[in-house]
């Protein structure tokens, strides 16, 4: 099959920046021209609006002082206006040599907004063109709202190209501006529009209103169009541009007829430092660069990625610079801890892997999602647990903590059949809970340990619901042991650390009175 060059034109730095709320500096949008076009490797970016501001001018002209220095200012594209010679000179200021000349594409547009005929702005584009030819800048024209022309003015629409096509511009620029098209329509506007134009060089601008875009961009290339336009994360104003790593993705597998320069594997970077210098968080479902999106969360998919590559697709991660996990939580099974176990080089019997993959389970009711590196916790919980003979269990609790009041904690406890209940006051939850479990053990006449040592661990990188590791260190018999809690709840993973260490000391057999420990509570 003879393959088709498409040329990308990347516009997050002006298209994309129309995004509610972001406002890139001179120095982000350098970074961002840079690795767009030295690692990314889009043939030409648009960078911004001529006119718009001081800030904008600067960033522009940082931007082709660098091009200039390294071959790249003839991919520096500046939108600009049917304004006279005023977006000519600051263009011309800025150091830009590639213009994109908004031109009103609509009937609607040209009639309600300029209040003009169409020659009358036909002239008006002659004499921009005609300096901008003067002055060594490269034309290119946007058709503003071209789409609405096409379903409401197509007689319009036509007049226009007719007229450009004999200008010197070197492409035509075709915007969904509205983000209306369907599938169907893009192909057929397109289709006809290269048709009777052969020779000259169409580019589509896709909006994503109607969650489109992508598939609009396909249609488009497939009817004739010679280039596209993308945004990083599919980035712009209302519900964005077309993305360009998903858009890149459809063409690599879905249409092999369609050849582009983009280096694939520095997709997931550009998106992580627009992500970034944005502020606009990237959805963890957003296709090829959403965290979730390369995560087998459901056992039996990490089992039959085991056995064959069941659930794998053309869409492998290591084309993007990621890579596969195996989400841990309560749909996981044996083969999502057994692949992240081996990542971090553990290996256990067939009885402790049950064990764990039972504890992942049990947390994942309570917790959104295990991380990997939870598991050496689990693991360390679930051995210390086996160790201990459960007698002792803390059937029930409430722990309270309010302003200016001290924290309360009421405690219900099983020994064997027998089953106790109180409540106390502390200088802390666990404080609370520990003073009514002394008042339990008071009336079985037991001394509980001295609590020598108490640490909290999560796990790197933990987040506000990370699993937490409580061990505590207690004075039994005159030696030291250690007995560990582990819970997304700080104060339940000592509780459970403390449940331990009840069933190491069990219940003795030479009791002391209860006047000592009435002596230590008060």
């Given at each position: 099959?003879?393959?088709?060059y498409?040329e ?9 920046e ?38 904008e ?20 594209e ?5 304004d ?16 994109n ?11 309600h ?13 002659r ?22 022309g ?13 007229f ?5 511009v070197k ?6 501006t509205?983000?209306?098209?369907t599938p ?9 529009i ?5 020779g ?6 896709a909006h ?16 004739g ?33 369609c ?8 997709l ?9 210098f944005s ?20 056992g ?5 990625d085991?056995?064959n ?25 044996k083969?999502?801890?057994?692949n ?17 993959t ?27 647990s ?27 406890i ?15 939850q666990y ?15 037991i ?25 505590i ?10 007995t ?10 000592a509780?459970?650390?403390t449940q331990k ?6 219940v003795?057999?030479?009791r ?11």
């Open positions: 099959m003879n393959s088709r498409i990308i034109m990347d516009t997050t730095l002006r298209d994309g129309q995004t509610s709320g972001v406002s890139f500096s001179a120095s982000e949008k350098l970074t961002i021209a840079q690795i767009l076009l030295q690692e990314v490797k889009v043939d030409r970016i648009e960078v911004a609006s001529a006119r718009v501001s001081e800030g001018f600067q960033a522009v002209k940082k931007i082709t002082d660098w091009a200039k220095n390294n071959g790249f200012l003839d991919k520096i500046v939108l600009t206006f049917v006279g010679d005023a977006s000519i000179n600051w263009m011309v200021q800025a150091g830009a040599k590639v213009m000349l908004l031109t009103k594409g609509s009937l609607n547009h040209l009639t907004q300029l209040k003009k005929s169409p020659q009358e702005h036909f002239e008006d584009i004499n921009v063109i005609e300096l901008a030819e003067a002055k060594g800048i490269e034309c290119n024209v946007y058709l503003e709202d071209w789409s609405n096409m379903r409401s003015s197509r007689e319009y629409v036509f007049q226009s190209l007719d450009l096509t004999t200008m010197p492409r035509i620029l075709l915007p969904d509205l983000g209306i098209l169907f329509e893009s192909y057929a506007f397109v289709k006809e290269v048709d009777r134009y052969p000259h060089h169409f580019e589509f601008h994503n209103d109607y969650d489109l875009s992508v598939a609009n961009v396909m249609e488009a290339l497939r009817a169009a010679h280039g596209l336009h993308l945004t990083v994360n599919g980035m712009g104003e209302r519900t964005g541009n077309a993305p360009l790593a998903s858009t890149i993705a459809v063409l690599n597998d879905l249409m092999p007829e050849t582009t320069s983009v280096n694939e594997r520095s997931y970077s550009i998106s992580k430092l627009v992500e970034t502020g606009i968080r990237i959805p963890a479902n957003k296709p090829i660069v959403g965290e979730s999106v390369f995560t087998q969360t459901a039996i998919h990490a089992d039959g085991k056995k590559n069941l659930y794998f697709s053309k869409l492998m991660p290591e084309r993007f610079g990621r890579q596969r996990l195996y989400a841990l939580g309560k749909t996981s099974g083969a999502n801890i057994e992240n176990l081996r990542d971090l080089g553990i290996t256990l019997s067939d009885g402790d892997l049950k064990k764990v039972q504890r992942i389970i049990e947390l994942g009711d309570r917790k959104e999602a295990v991380t990997p590196e939870d598991l050496p916790y689990i693991i360390s919980d679930i051995l210390d086996d160790a201990i003979e459960e007698k002792v269990v803390i059937t029930n609790y409430v722990l309270t903590h309010s302003k200016n009041l001290k924290p309360s904690a009421t405690l219900q099983r020994f064997g059949e027998e089953v106790f209940e109180e409540n106390a006051q502390g200088d802390g404080d609370a809970f520990m003073n009514a479990l002394k008042k339990i053990y008071l009336k079985k006449c001394s509980l340990p001295m609590l020598t040592d108490y640490t909290v661990r999560i796990p790197p990188g933990g987040r506000t619901d990370a699993l937490c590791e409580t061990i260190t207690w004075e039994i018999h005159g030696k030291e042991v250690k560990r809690g582990l819970d997304s709840d700080q104060t339940f993973s509780i459970m650390a260490m009840l069933n190491l000391i069990g003795p057999e030479n002391i009175t209860p006047e000592p420990l009435a002596d230590a509570l008060s």
